[in-house]
């Protein structure tokens, strides 16, 4: 269940080394919701293997009554609470259900009851923790500490929240940017991907603006602060993701929407029951036992039981395919989607840049081995992403790289270094002929970056690299569209030229680029204010608000920041984008399985409640009716378990 975030001081973590993010976690055993349901599970499994051998009642009889008050106490309470506002909540009804279980020795029966409704609240509470933990932990992105240069030239570190508009700092290379400014003097590559969700480092000169918490290259930088860090756009995505979890609607389960009728109704009618009979000379005690057996056979346990093994299944089995889905709420939503939004670098692609093109120059005289070759021996000693790309592509053809030296590197231009007697260039394009310009063209045409390779003052040839589409991308989306009934959105940070060509190939007419956070999320709120009930997709921390602000949110697991993997609903461990369709078509069949329950635990309750009120039902029989309608609708929801649940599903979310 996505959970409301508390605001909470925010508490700055110690500093970490460069380019690292300091990690806030809250400990499971830290929150009281944990600690008392850890302990009611504690002694229903010390008493059940006793009960179960035959032990006296005095040896198991205790361990069940602790569990009873260490699971109940919290939600009994919250429900006499609930009881004065003059609400009636379906968790008091639950331990009145555990304690009328007990008191016709179904005691077992009422502790696993508890047992299960103080787990449940265990997990909402860690939910809640591990989000407001993420959004605190995102201040963290921007430093601590700032260098300040004064008007006579020195430098004085000081805190960042002491930085005013118009102070000029120094961001030396593989440091964070410390304030959101405008660049006064010097050339750098900065990592924007925290922001904007480009996959590759932005050129940075004299007049372009920087944001605090970005990562700045192999250049230094002085900055111009222009904004208050109360007011950074890392601040503002703070308030943004706390402001959508508290604005978002509340979110129940389909029992929980009817519990109030349905709970003030049985009270009502476990009080005629017994009253009304009374009134006309029943004995006490028989007016007493047709009640009893009245509030047992029309108590809500196995209501409950028809909504949750289904749900809690399907979430079992997409669990074994990596699919992390964190209630059973998210479980049911997941299923009402009818508009699905994207994110771009991570999510439709792979999130990192790689070679796509190796285009050799016809006056060179090199073939694209040998380009290649050139080009990945020079890149080696940087740390540039694009480099980065360049060699992994040799390496993926077995090219034999040899060293480069005098390698120099020059912020935003590239690198020089000289390989095997040959002096080699590799970076922005310049100094070309018509024909070759063509080619730089048609390569950012199509989405791609171009560098250019220069060997011995002449151009060579150029690379074209990109971020690549991920190979069921394209399924994916028609995949969605097919059960949505709406094609997908596009939403990206990134420039729109690329984002064009990629959803170009991902089958996507819906394209909104060059979003920054506050755009993705004010995107979403228009499609929910259209009535449309949303699911965003996303992996960065510039998708988290959109994520928090969405009717379902989810995070792909394996490159997604920490804030989007906690304030997304669900996250995709394994990255398998295809998973996406196929768990909405599993969350279907569990809510049609919720259906068949409801309609089977109706039939059950009504003919007992019928037999109850018109004849003679026994306490016994009333009991075993119960509890077998509990069993059956079990035992149906328990049918997604199966491995077959979860191939049809990606059968019907790829049809």
């Known amino acids: 269940m996505t959970s409301t975030l508390t605001p909470r001081p925010v508490e700055r973590a110690e500093p970490a080394r460069p380019g690292t993010v300091p990690r806030r976690r809250t400990r499971v055993l830290t929150l009281p919701e ?34 009873y008050a260490t699971g109940g106490w919290e939600p009994g309470w919250e429900g006499l609470k609930a009881l004065k506002d003059r609400t009636l909540d379906v968790d008091l009804l639950m331990v009145v259900a555990a304690l009328g279980a007990a008191a016709i020795g179904q005691v077992m029966d009422g502790a696993l009851l508890i047992v299960i409704f103080a787990t449940s609240g265990a997990l909402e509470a860690l939910a809640t923790a591990r989000t407001a933990d993420s959004v605190r932990g995102l201040l963290d992105l921007a430093p601590a500490t700032a260098t300040r240069l004064s008007p006579d030239g020195g430098e004085q570190v000081v805190p960042v929240e002491e930085l005013t508009v118009g102070d000029v700092v120094l961001v030396r290379p593989g440091e964070r940017v410390g304030a959101d400014g405008r660049v006064l003097d010097g050339a750098s590559e900065v990592d924007q991907a925290t922001i904007t969700g480009e996959p590759l480092p932005v050129p940075k000169e004299p007049g372009d603006e920087v944001f605090a918490g970005t990562l700045n290259g192999t250049g230094a930088l002085r900055v111009r602060v222009e904004r208050d860090a109360s007011d950074s756009v890392i601040a503002r995505i703070v308030r943004m993701v706390q402001e959508a979890s508290e604005t978002k609607a509340p979110t129940q389960l389909f029992i929980e929407k009817v519990e109030q009728r349905y709970s003030l109704g049985m009270v009502a009618a476990t009080l005629a029951v017994f009253l009304v009979p009374l009134a006309f000379g029943e004995r006490l005690t028989d007016a007493l036992l047709r009640a009893m057996t009245f509030m047992i056979v029309a108590s809500p346990c196995a209501v409950v039981l028809a909504t949750m093994p289904p749900l809690l299944s399907a979430i079992a089995n997409a669990g074994r395919h990596g699919v992390l889905v964190k209630s059973a709420v998210v479980m049911e939503r997941l299923g009402q989607v009818d508009a699905v939004a994207l994110d771009k670098t991570g999510t ?6 790689r070679v796509t093109d190796v285009r050799p120059l016809p006056e060179s005289g090199l073939d694209e081995g040998e380009l290649l070759t050139l080009a990945a021996a020079a890149e080696r000693p940087s740390e540039h992403p694009l480099a980065r790309a360049v060699v992994e592509a040799a390496r993926e053809r077995g090219l034999d790289l040899h060293d480069a030296e005098d390698f120099t590197s020059a912020p935003g231009v590239g690198v020089t270094a000289v390989v095997d007697g040959h002096a080699v260039a590799v970076g922005a394009p310049a100094r070309l002929t018509d024909d070759a310009l063509e080619r730089v063209a048609e390569l950012e045409e199509s989405g791609r970056t171009a560098v250019l390779v220069v060997v011995d003052g002449a151009p060579a040839g150029l690379l074209g690299i990109a971020d690549r589409l991920r190979p069921d991308a394209a399924a994916t989306v028609a995949a969605l569209a097919r059960l949505t009934g709406t094609a997908p959105a596009l939403l990206t940070g990134d420039n729109p030229r690329a984002a064009a060509h990629l959803a170009a190939e991902a089958g996507i007419d819906d394209v909104r680029a060059g979003l920054l956070p506050q755009d993705k999320l004010a995107a ?11 699911l965003v997709v996303g992996d960065g921390v510039n998708d988290a608000p959109a994520l928090a602000a969405a009717h379902t949110g989810v995070a792909m697991g394996r490159a997604g920041s920490d804030l989007a993997l906690e304030t997304a609903d669900a996250v995709i461990v394994r990255d398998e984008l295809a998973a996406v369709p196929a768990t909405i078509a599993l969350s279907r069949r569990a809510r049609g399985l919720v259906v068949q329950n409801l309609v089977i635990a109706g039939v059950f309750i009504a003919g007992l409640v019928v037999w109850d009120l018109a004849g003679d039902l026994p306490l016994p029989l009333g009991v ?30 790829s049809a």
């Open 624 to 653: 075993a009716g119960h509890e077998g309608s509990t069993v059956l609708v079990g035992l149906n929801g328990l049918r997604l378990l199966r491995e077959t649940a979860w191939q049809k599903a990606a059968a019907e979310g």
């Open 348 to 353: 439709l692609t792979e999130g990192s840049p």
């Open 524 to 534: 979403v709120q228009e499609m929910e204010s259209a009535g449309r009930k949303v």
């Open 34 to 67: 944990a600690r008392w349901a850890t302990a009611a599970t504690a002694f229903f499994l010390l008493a059940l293997p006793l009960q179960l051998t035959g032990a006296p009642a005095w040896t198991w009889g205790p361990l069940y009554a602790l569990s």
